[in-house]
């Protein structure tokens, strides 16, 4: 297995804000009143502290555009709550990053308000009330006091199913969305005599101009960024069929279990005609990748692209901050744009479909922040409800729409909240298409055994194996593996 494979999908589950993390942090009381009125009204005056994973600035340094407008909305915020103030710190990812340190806080009870990393409870801790995390289903329920309609609405339908996963309760929200969509050389494209393309025929008939001309179609390699996460952008549309026939016709419900159970009983399958088209479409994508990609990391790749060797490149909307960069200072000598995945067209793409029938849009948005959970009271120095209910008014503040239209303008990330109109043309080629899943990824799990579909990948990219001898063997792995878990887990 390639040192580039095993880097990228070590980025893909680090994924990557932009937005602020956290620093330091010792013991810190916050000398202030906790409480409420009588009649009910705010008395607490003192610190809600956030901590998130990030560099922060050295002294004397200047801080960072996401980092002043963190700040800025967090003055805002400061502002509706006269004599709360926000202390945010930021912690590198060196010996353990955040996760280490908020382990070490949680066994000394010394938490601060809100954190933002990959961690929710366990199934076994709610179930016992030992959830380290307060859970905001009774929050999502209730009016938002930034929006007047549910909390929850704030969300797509999907993308809660992502916070909520097979839990009872939800426990941590995202702020932002990372999408992901084709970049492209306007002034390659304009001399080869070529426009973005309308169905997945032009897609590919686009690359056979390029190649013929002499250039590499494809930056793209064995990364999840850059050439598997493709497979994710029709992966659903066409294994739509099989996949609302296993899991009874809602595909927006995300529930882990039952989707091993399926997998352990044949309903998910690799020979599905579906699945047999998302690889093979997949493994034609290699045919216009440049020489070696198989072991090219995500930079060289990257690489390939801004220095107008490649035309097309597949990367996220955060990527356009680096490209901008580039082009501001002198070192972008082309112009670029950035068009969406086409869909599938049944005319015109016929002769790939095979008689399948797409059943969704192509399309897919990556969740791109951690969750933003509330520590539970007991964790915390700061443990009054009253702080607890201030942390979640933070959150409900975050995600309304005026908040969260900074993220698409400023920081080049998506909305979470879809109500948000993203002006930025280039950036509204990532937002998720209507009846799209917002996050196919949930949908559209290719392997229950990581290694067994690692190296059974590349013997049939490379191939060793042909799409027969691949399917066997992945659904011998992924039955062998659900089988295991769901024994170990007592089903």
């Not at 916050?30 to 009649?39: D, F, L, P």
């Not at 809660?160 to 390659?188: D, P």
């Not at 992966?235 to 989707?259: Q, S």
Request: proline share 6%; aromatic share 12%.
């Amino acid at each position: 297995m390639s040192r580039g494979f095993l880097k990228a999908a070590a980025v893909l589950l680090l994924v990557f804000l932009v937005l602020p993390g956290f620093a330091t942090g010792g013991k810190e009381k916050s000398g202030a009143a906790e409480g409420e009125t009588a009649a009910g009204e705010a008395t607490y005056q003192g610190k809600i502290g956030i901590v998130m994973g990030g560099q922060p600035p050295a002294p004397g340094q200047e801080k960072s555009e996401a980092q002043l407008i963190w700040e800025g909305l967090t003055k805002k915020w400061e502002a509706r709550h006269p004599g709360v103030t926000v202390e945010t710190v930021y912690i590198p990812a060196a010996d353990g990053g955040i996760s280490a340190w908020v382990s070490s806080r949680q066994a000394t009870s010394q938490m601060p308000e809100i954190v933002n990393l990959w961690d929710i409870p366990t199934t076994t801790q709610e179930a016992k009330g030992e959830a380290p995390y307060v859970s905001l289903t009774e929050a999502m329920n209730s009016s938002s006091p930034y929006t007047g309609k549910p909390w929850k609405e704030d969300f797509a339908e999907d993308m809660y199913g992502l916070m909520k996963l097979t839990l009872e309760n939800v426990y941590g929200v995202f702020l932002s969305m990372e999408g992901w969509t084709w970049f492209y050389n306007k002034e390659i494209f304009d001399e080869v005599g070529i426009t973005p393309p309308n169905n997945v025929t032009e897609f590919f008939s686009n690359m056979d101009k390029l190649q013929a001309a002499g250039y590499t179609p494809l930056a793209w390699a064995d990364t999840f960024a850059g050439g598997v996460n493709t497979v994710r952008t029709w992966g659903p549309a066409l294994t739509a069929k099989m996949l609302k026939e296993a899991y009874g016709g809602d595909l927006r419900i995300v529930l882990d279990a039952a989707e091993l159970e399926l997998w352990a009983d044949g309903s998910l399958t690799y020979k599905d005609p579906g699945m047999r088209k998302a690889w093979e479409l997949h493994k034609k994508m290699a045919e216009y990748a440049p020489k070696g990609w198989m072991g090219m990391d995500p930079m060289s790749v990257r690489e390939l692209f801004t220095t107008g060797k490649a035309a097309i490149h597949y990367d996220a909307a955060s990527y356009l901050r680096e490209m901008d960069t580039l082009e501001e200072s002198g070192l972008l000598d082309f112009e670029y744009g950035v068009f969406p995945f086409p869909d599938f067209d049944l005319k015109a793409d016929a002769a790939i479909l095979e008689g399948i029938v797409p059943e969704l849009p192509t399309g897919d948005i990556f969740s791109g922040t951690a969750y933003w959970l509330v520590p539970a009271e007991r964790l915390r120095e700061r443990s009054s409800p009253e702080v607890t209910k201030l942390a979640i008014d933070f959150l409900q503040f975050m995600t309304a729409p005026e908040q969260q239209a900074v993220y698409a303008e400023k920081l080049y990330l998506l909305p979470i909240n879809l109500a948000v109109e993203v002006k930025d043309p280039r950036l509204a080629a990532f937002m998720p298409k209507e009846g799209a899943f917002v996050n196919s990824a949930i949908h559209f799990k290719w392997f229950v055994d990581w290694v067994a579909w690692a190296s059974n990948w590349q013997g049939y990219m490379l191939g060793n194996l042909t799409y027969d001898e691949y399917a066997a063997k992945m659904d011998e792995a992924n039955m062998k593996e659900a089988k295991r878990r769901l024994e170990a887990a007592g089903n």
